[in-house]
């Protein structure tokens, strides 16, 4: 029986998808963002192993609070373990349940027939992509996670192409990506796209910043403050932010 590692699930979430919604973390991640909020994801041990009728058992006992809702599967990053997320959204879907992917894109590999064939199945039975995009700047992108940003850009192309309905959910980091220049790049490349529904602009934040110490690792970020309010509302009005 194939099996999921389960970080952690939030039975009750309310900004990861619309409605209200079970949120299932899992292990793994190969990026290694300067802000990450939750780099006690980024390995793969550790967590627990769990089933899609153990998960679905779960959501099944409270489903009459999730409202307009469904499933949210975030990570780390989900796709590291895409056969499992597939088991789970085919078993879900099924059942009528709204599916969500909060991803980062960064396994997305057009190159790999094996790796598309997977793609295009669990995109099939997943209603709602929520798509990270850290930065538009390539070169700044790798400063900022560790990892280039081409394939990030090729999958919201292909989702686009697809008909996947989708969000595009964008990180605002003073020093780092908060310049006019680089939101105005972002804003026309989300033009680009055919299904994004929303686009939201989450301030960077200082809350994860334990989990770095509880790991002994230096937080990378150490004396950038959170965007101002004025920042902020910069940004979404760029973007675009809100329903499109």
């Known amino acids: 029986m194939l099996k999921g590692h389960v970080h952690s699930i939030e039975s009750f979430g309310t900004v990861d998808g619309p ?9 793994g991640c190969p990026m290694r963002c300067l802000y990450c909020h939750n780099p006690d994801t980024w390995e793969m041990a550790g967590g627990t192993d769990m089933s899609v009728e153990e998960i679905l058992r779960q959501y099944e006992a409270s489903r009459h609070f ?10 780390g990053e989900p796709l590291m373990q ?4 597939t088991e789970l959204f085919q078993t879900a879907s099924h059942r009528g349940i709204h599916t969500c992917l909060d991803t980062s894109g960064i ?17 099939t039975v997943t209603d709602l992509v929520m798509l990270d995009i850290k930065h538009i700047d390539e070169e700044q992108h790798k400063i900022l996670t560790g990892c280039t940003n081409k394939n990030i850009l090729a999958m919201a192309r292909k989702l686009s192409d697809m008909g996947v309905s989708m969000w595009i959910r964008h990180v605002l980091v003073p020093e780092r990506n908060d310049r006019d220049d ?18 939201e602009v989450l301030p960077y934040h200082t809350l994860g910043t334990f989990k770095w110490e509880n790991l ?11 965007p101002t309010k004025e920042r902020i509302e910069n940004a979404e009005k760029i973007l675009g932010a809100g329903t499109q």
């Open 82 to 85: 895409i056969d499992f997320v």
């Open 107 to 123: 396994t997305f590999n057009p190159d790999s027939p094996a790796s598309m064939e997977k793609m295009d199945k669990l995109m």
């Open 19 to 27: 409605g209200i919604r079970m949120v299932v973390f899992l292990k």
């Open 66 to 75: 999730y409202t307009n809702g469904g499933i949210t599967v975030t990570g």
């Open 216 to 226: 002994h690792i230096d937080y990378p970020l150490k004396g950038i403050n959170p």
């Open 182 to 199: 680089y939101l105005h790049r972002l804003a026309d490349f989300i033009a680009t796209l055919k299904t994004v529904e929303r686009v």
